[in-house]
């Protein structure tokens, strides 16, 4: 069983810069998707970047898009988030999903899509 597992979450000064990376350990499809999803107190848990790890399409929620980044490398199976620009609302747990396939515009977002599911790594940001 695949198993995403997240790290490089900490706490930055607003205006700062992560990166957060998933490594997949495990048996998993050579081209997949790949998301971002973070979860704040109190709020529900939203998509942040999303990646087919194949041909490196990638979407990303409004509110993040110019400041993150996403990437992936297939031989380490480790996708990354890097984030700039942080402010107090980027502040939550980030987690990394891994689709049974590709992912399209309506799928890379959508909780229910994802079958494997990192524990999460905490972000803070400090004003």
């Known amino acids: 069983q695949a198993q995403p597992v997240e790290s490089g979450g900490g706490s930055v000064q607003a205006g700062g810069s992560l990166t957060l990376s998933c490594v997949v350990s495990?048996?998993?499809?050579?081209?997949?998707?790949t998301s971002w999803f973070r979860q704040a107190p109190g709020k529900e848990r939203e998509g942040v970047a999303g990646?087919?790890?194949?041909?490196?399409?990638?979407w990303y929620a409004d509110s993040v898009k110019g400041r993150f980044t996403m990437s992936h490398d297939r031989a380490k199976k480790t996708s990354y988030l890097q984030m700039s620009g942080l402010n107090a609302e980027d502040a939550a747990m980030y987690y990394c999903?891994?689709?049974?396939?590709?992912?399209?515009?309506?799928?890379?977002?959508?909780?229910?899509?994802?079958?494997?599911w990192g524990q999460g790594t905490q972000v803070t940001v400090s004003s």
């Open positions: 990646m087919n790890t194949g041909n490196g399409r990638t």
């Open positions: 999903a891994a689709g049974p396939s590709i992912c399209h515009d309506d799928s890379w977002s959508r909780i229910s899509y994802f079958r494997l």
């Open positions: 495990g048996v998993i499809h050579s081209d997949y998707c």
